[in-house]
Nanobody
Framework: QVQLVESGGGLVQAGGSLRLSCAAA????????MGWHRQAPGKQRELVAT?????????????NYADSVKGRFTIARDNAKKTVDLQMNSLKPEDTAVYYC?????????????WGQGTQVTVSS
């Protein structure tokens, strides 16, 4: 079964750090764009960061961040392990949300977009 498995959420005080990890599991030929989204209570799901699968030699892929997290969050991927991490620093109470991993996965069924189950991040003031 193809799936995205997340880990690393939790409770942290404002100013602290957390690292989220997501691993693509199953019979996967290759992985396209990967990213993280979040959804706070009463709000729509929003993009946090994405990272492309290709780049120049030495590049880990083109990254894109929401303005609200630029300079605080860093997304990185390991293509060999089919994982994507989100390092979150200088966390603020407004970062509290359920964080979802998202990825374009190439499988025997073709290219499909997958979501993880979500992991809770709570930042206390």
């Amino acid at each position: 079964q193809v799936q995205l498995v997340e880990s690393g959420g939790g409770l942290v005080q404002a100013g602290g750090s957390l690292r989220l990890s997501c691993a693509a599991a199953g019979n996967i030929f290759s992985v396209g764009t990967m990213g993280w989204h979040r959804q706070a209570p009463g709000k729509q799901r929003e993009l946090v960061a994405t990272i492309g699968s290709r780049g120049t030699i030495g590049s880990r892929g083109t990254t894109n961040y929401a303005d609200s997290v630029k300079g605080r969050f860093t997304i990185a991927r390991d293509n060999a392990k089919k994982t994507v991490d989100l390092q979150m620093n200088s966390l603020k109470p407004e970062d509290t949300a359920v964080y979802y991993c998202n990825a374009d996965l190439y499988t025997a069924r073709g290219l499909e977009n997958y979501w993880g189950q979500g992991t809770q991040v709570t930042v206390s003031s």
